[in-house]
């Protein structure tokens, strides 16, 4: 809804100040200062409303960290004791002997991104134990950190050591991919 309303006095007096500095465009007329003019404005909003309270702070859905050797939620208990026994056997088998460290982290994301897209259910990383006498390789610390990174974490439902003995190797179970 539109409002008229007559400016006052000091309006236009400098209204008419600024005018003097203002060509007309050809065909315009321009007021004289004694004339009143009248403005049409939009009505007065309305008063603001209070603002909404805040929204609790959702926090994105993370899945826990991969553990190995821990049974996750989700994964029944037959085929849990069936993979940390090493009755799955590995369909593909990556090896890391020899290589560096950003090499070595390519090839865990290539293998785990390629097996998954393919359906593959278990594949084996070979870390080795490393060179260092009475501590552990570079590798073997890195790649279970590598495995909860954000974008392989999602793929990978268990990690184990295939045998109790050999700590220098990974057996890792993929999730299905539901369609």
Same mark, same amino acid.
């Given at each position: 809804?539109?409002?008229?309303?007559?400016?006052?006095?000091? *309006?236009?007096? +400098?209204?008419?100040?600024?005018?003097?500095?203002?060509?007309?465009?050809?065909?315009?007329?321009?007021?004289?200062?004694?004339?009143?003019?009248?403005?049409?404005?939009?009505?007065?909003?309305?008063?603001?409303?209070?603002?909404?309270?805040?929204?609790?702070?959702?926090?994105?859905?993370?899945?826990?960290?991969?553990?190995?050797?821990?049974?996750?939620?989700?994964? *029944?208990?037959?085929?849990?004791?069936?993979?940390?026994?090493?009755? +799955?056997?590995?369909?593909?088998?990556? *090896?890391?002997?020899?290589?560096?460290?950003?090499?070595?982290?390519?090839?865990?994301?290539?293998? +785990?991104?390629?097996?998954?897209?393919?359906?593959?259910?278990?594949?084996?990383?070979?870390?080795?134990?490393?060179?260092?006498?009475?501590?552990?390789?570079?590798?073997?610390?890195?790649?279970?950190?590598?495995?909860? *990174?954000?974008?392989?974490?999602?793929?990978?439902?268990?990690?184990?050591?295939?045998?109790?003995?050999?700590?220098?190797?990974?057996?890792?179970?993929?999730?299905? +991919?539901?369609?």
């Amino acid at each position: 809804m539109k409002i008229k309303r007559h400016l006052p006095a000091a *309006d236009l007096e +400098i209204w008419a100040r600024y005018l003097q500095h203002v060509k007309p465009l050809p065909g315009v007329r321009v007021p004289a200062a004694t004339e009143r003019v009248i403005v049409e404005r939009q009505a007065p909003p309305l008063p603001p409303l209070l603002p909404a309270p805040p929204r609790p702070a959702i926090k994105p859905q993370r899945r826990p960290a991969i553990a190995i050797g821990v049974a996750p939620p989700g994964l *029944d208990r037959a085929t849990w004791c069936r993979f940390r026994a090493g009755k +799955i056997a590995p369909e593909r088998i990556l *090896d890391l002997h020899g290589m560096t460290k950003a090499n070595a982290h390519i090839a865990v994301m290539a293998l +785990i991104a390629g097996a998954a897209s393919q359906g593959t259910r278990c594949v084996e990383i070979v870390t080795g134990h490393g060179r260092r006498a009475g501590g552990e390789g570079v590798l073997r610390r890195e790649v279970p950190f590598w495995l909860n *990174d954000a974008p392989l974490h999602a793929m990978i439902l268990a990690v184990c050591h295939p045998h109790a003995a050999n700590e220098g190797a990974l057996r890792v179970l993929l999730r299905r +991919i539901r369609v």
